[in-house]
Structure formats: structure tokens, C-alpha cells
């Protein structure tokens, strides 16, 4: 089983993020600037207990700075996740900070009669960085999911804007889906997104995303179908087919104008062709609507590079047995 690279977390506070919506930016409404904020080396048990106290007194500088220490060392305590989960309406706190952001990103604020504050990206990141923990961990997974919190992380994940702010929001966003399905091992968190359609809020990342975005979606999607029940769901239904198999080709597509295609990326896309081609609706269609970039030479250093993406190309074109028989060969004759 795949896991996701862990670089795709990179850790961004310490970039300074700024919103690109300069309309309200002057607005009165905007909070004072706040002083730079520190990271705490070695933080105490007690400063943790502390910094989740903090976080209950909203536009302080006691509560900005709880949120960055905490997102920064959210790996260092392993109860943290269950601290932050159990503690009386704190993840209901650190949800306003994730809608604050709806604002933002539906319509245009300048038709607003009043615009809203000004987005601070930093603390919405920082908020969806401790959900990312929340996801993961054994203890607040499913209750996490049991909540339905991943429905208000759809909107940022469907945001139409390439922008920098919002595309750190979107990626933190897209992490949080990645690490449930990275911890969940019982289905739970499969069905979960297949219930609530989740393959449809990808299209946007997909048209819009970076390349970080664009491979922690078909890391998502790759989940999806190493499940039984998850690929049964992307094929039964052949206008959901179409949507995946669209979504595939626009990132291949993608990988084609890039100068260096990204192998981790490669590698996924063409990891969920090969699971498509296992069922026979979908083999079907891929037949039909074949991916010729797969086929024509284009990446064919690339795939024969990595053994991974090697064996689900091999896979891929057993699958699809109209395939003419020497393309393996003509593929791989490049390889050195």
C-alpha cells in the first residue's frame, strides 16, 4: 500500500502568507497586525494544557500563539490529538476558524455590501494542521468521522483559485482526508467519503491545484479504490466512471507539460488505472477511452525507473488486452 509522502506536509508557518483579496484589506474591520510569533523549543506538559486554555479566548495574541505552538508540535505529543478532541468545545473553536474562510471564498468580496475581516490564512492553516492529527489518530478517528467534520473541509478543498493563501488552505485541507485514510484500516473512513460523494469535491484541485494538491487528490482517489467496496463505488455507476477517468486523464494531461513530471504523482495516476482495469465496466471503458500518454512513449523513462509504477503499467496493459503485445517492449526497450 502506497503511503503519502510525508513532504507533502511541509510545514509553512514559517512563510508569511497574506491575503490576495487587497478590497478589505484597509477595511476598519481588519484585526491589528500581531507581533511575529515564536516557537517554543521544548514545550512542558503543562504549556500544552496552557496553549489549549488559550485557545478559548478568540483575537488574542495568547490564542494566535497558542494555535502556531501547538500545529508546530503536534507531533511531539502523542495525546495531544485526544486533548485537543475530549477538551470542552475546542475543536468548536478551531471550526470557526475553518468557516471563517467560507467567506473568502464564495463569490467576490467586493459585491459584499459589508466586506468581511481579513483573512488570516496562517491560523486556518494551522487549525487544519491539528485536524490532520485529530484524523490520524486511532482514538479521535472515528469519532472525527463520526461527527461528519470532513464536510466543512469540502469547501476549501473546492475552491476555483490558484492563489497562494488559499492553495496552502486547500492542501492543509486535502491532509486531513489523506491522513484519515492513511490511519483507517477497517473501511470506515471509504465509505465514509463515498457516502458523501468526496470524488466529486476533487475537481477543482484537479483544475486548479498545485502539484502538491493535485497528488495528495489522487492519493485520495488511489485509497479509494484499494478498497473492494471503494472501486465497486468508482465503477457500478458509468457517469462516475467518466468523472474519475476524466480527473485521470486532466493529471496526466498535466504531468505531460511539466518539465520534470512529478514521479510520486505518476506514480498514483497510473496506480488507479491499473485498479480501474481490474473491473470489467471500467476495463471496458478504459478500452474505449484509452490513455494514450500511458502508451505513446511519454513517460516511458519515468515508469521504467520506478518499480512501482512499473508493475501497475505491466498490470494495466495485461488488463487492457487490445493493447497491442510489443508495446511492454518498445516501453521498457528505454529503459538503460
Not at 58 to 82: M, V
Not at 118 to 146: C, D, M
Not at 157 to 162: L, Q, R
Not at 304 to 313: I, K, M
Request: charged content about 20%; hydrophobic content about 40%.
Amino acid at each position: 500500500m502506497l503511503n503519502l509522502p510525508d513532504s507533502l506536509y511541509e510545514d509553512y508557518s514559517k512563510l508569511k502568507l497574506t491575503s490576495p483579496s487587497s478590497s478589505y484589506a484597509s477595511s476598519s474591520s481588519a484585526p491589528p497586525p500581531l507581533p511575529a510569533l515564536t516557537i517554543i523549543p521544548q514545550p512542558t506538559i503543562m504549556m500544552i494544557f496552557q496553549w489549549i486554555s488559550d485557545l478559548h479566548k478568540p483575537n488574542t495574541f495568547e490564542s494566535y500563539f497558542a494555535l502556531h505552538n501547538l500545529a508546530h508540535h503536534r507531533n511531539n505529543f502523542e495525546f495531544l490529538p485526544c486533548l485537543l478532541w475530549e477538551s470542552h468545545a475546542t475543536a468548536f473553536i478551531m471550526l470557526q476558524d475553518v468557516i471563517a474562510v467560507y467567506r473568502h471564498i464564495v463569490g467576490h468580496i467586493s459585491s459584499l455590501p459589508f466586506p468581511p475581516p481579513q483573512l488570516n490564512p496562517l491560523r486556518a492553516y494551522n487549525v487544519l494542521l491539528l485536524f490532520q492529527s485529530i484524523a490520524y489518530h486511532p482514538e479521535t478517528r472515528g469519532r472525527f468521522i463520526k461527527a461528519k467534520m470532513p464536510n466543512y473541509l469540502f469547501p476549501l478543498i473546492d475552491v476555483g483559485v490558484t492563489e497562494r493563501p488559499y492553495e496552502r488552505i486547500r492542501l492543509a485541507a486535502l491532509g486531513v482526508i489523506a491522513h484519515m485514510l492513511k490511519a483507517s484500516q477497517d473501511g470506515v473512513a471509504v465509505r465514509y467519503l463515498m457516502d458523501s460523494s468526496a470524488v466529486g469535491h476533487l475537481v477543482k484541485t484537479v483544475e486548479f491545484g498545485s502539484t502538491d494538491s493535485k497528488t495528495v487528490a489522487a492519493f485520495i482517489l488511489h485509497k479509494i479504490m484499494s478498497s473492494a467496496e471503494g472501486l465497486q463505488y468508482c465503477c457500478v455507476l458509468a457517469d462516475r466512471f467518466f468523472v474519475i477517468n476524466d480527473l485521470l486523464k486532466k493529471l496526466l494531461n498535466y504531468l505531460g507539460t511539466m518539465v520534470r513530471p512529478s514521479p510520486a504523482l505518476l506514480n498514483l495516476v497510473v496506480g488507479c488505472y491499473s485498479k480501474l482495469s481490474q473491473k470489467s465496466r471500467a476495463r471496458d471503458g478504459l478500452r474505449r477511452y484509452t490513455p494514450g500518454l500511458l502508451f505513446d512513449g511519454t513517460f516511458a523513462r519515468l515508469i521504467a525507473e520506478d518499480p512501482v509504477t512499473e508493475n501497475y503499467w505491466r498490470q494495466l496493459v495485461q488488463n487492457l488486452d487490445n493493447i497491442s503485445n510489443d508495446v511492454p517492449e518498445r516501453l521498457f526497450s528505454l529503459k538503460r
